[in-house]
């Protein structure tokens, strides 16, 4: 099952590339594997999907070991996995993200990201990150408002063991195309004004995350060069 939605989920974002003119080498699959067992990630790593993402961190942590005493031993380029931290993170759990993750896309509060930097172990690559940007203004939802993000940009930028890369988005689900793709769009022109006044630390911000299983193809549209796609690989979670 998962390798033939694998296919599926690639041939649509091909298409999107298609249609939109784009070279998909510009868009990277995240297999979104929140609730799914580490038999599946397994079986989507056998597919050749290398990065996943995942929400609840005891959760992933324990997914995180589980695929590495599986893998360890055999050749490392069939085995790499990149793992992304696309959920909520308290204070109490950034110990266990700077250790176990190789990106985090959830940042939307200076202090979360000072203590994932001091936390990050000596000897590790930096943390990647990103941004999550409440893009859509809804009252409720995590991540920082549009017109704050800069700031916190540069603020972010300028810690020493994270690598800032760009924005996440989750915006409400919208009913067609075209009010998908507006929204998107509204991401994309804030990631570009953000990616133009460059400087230290901007070195490398060239991400925009946003797109699921049902949006992915507006999302192409508006320029994302990171889909995240939980169900139409895992399939529906319980
Ligand atoms: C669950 C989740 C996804 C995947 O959603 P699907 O609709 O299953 O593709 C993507 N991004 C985030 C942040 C999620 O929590």
């Known amino acids: 099952m998962i390798a033939g939605n694998l296919d599926r989920v690639r041939a649509r974002i091909a298409a999107a590339c298609d249609a939109a003119r784009r070279d998909p080498a510009g868009v990277t699959l995240l297999a979104v594997s929140k609730t799914a ?7 989507a790593l056998a597919c050749g999907q290398h990065c996943f993402g995942e929400n609840y961190v005891q959760e992933a942590v324990a997914k995180i070991l589980a695929l590495r005493e599986r893998t360890d031993g055999l050749a490392p380029a069939r085995t790499a996995i990149e793992w992304h931290c696309i959920g909520p993170i308290q204070s109490n759990k950034t110990r266990l993200v700077a250790e176990h993750f190789d ?7 200076l202090r979360i990201a000072e203590r994932l930097s001091a936390q990050r172990p000596v000897g590790s690559a930096p943390l990647q990150v990103c941004l999550q940007v409440n893009i859509d203004g809804g009252a409720n939802k995590a991540g920082i408002a549009a017109d704050e993000a800069e700031a916190l ?31 998107h769009e509204r991401a994309r022109a804030l990631f570009e004004r953000i990616a133009s006044g460059g400087g230290r630390g901007f070195e490398r911000f060239d991400t925009l995350s946003m797109g699921m299983t049902a949006d992915l193809e507006a999302a192409i549209h508006a320029g994302s060069t990171m889909v995240r ?4 690989i895992f399939g529906a979670r319980g």
């Open 37 to 43: 067992a580490a038999d599946a990630v397994a079986c």
């Open 229 to 232: 796609v939980g169900t139409g």
């Open 103 to 109: 990106w985090v896309q959830t940042i939307a509060q």
């Open 153 to 183: 940009a540069r603020e972010v930028a300028a810690l020493p063991h994270l690598q800032l890369r760009g924005l996440m988005t989750i915006p409400e689900p919208a009913p067609d195309f075209a009010s998908q793709r507006a929204v």
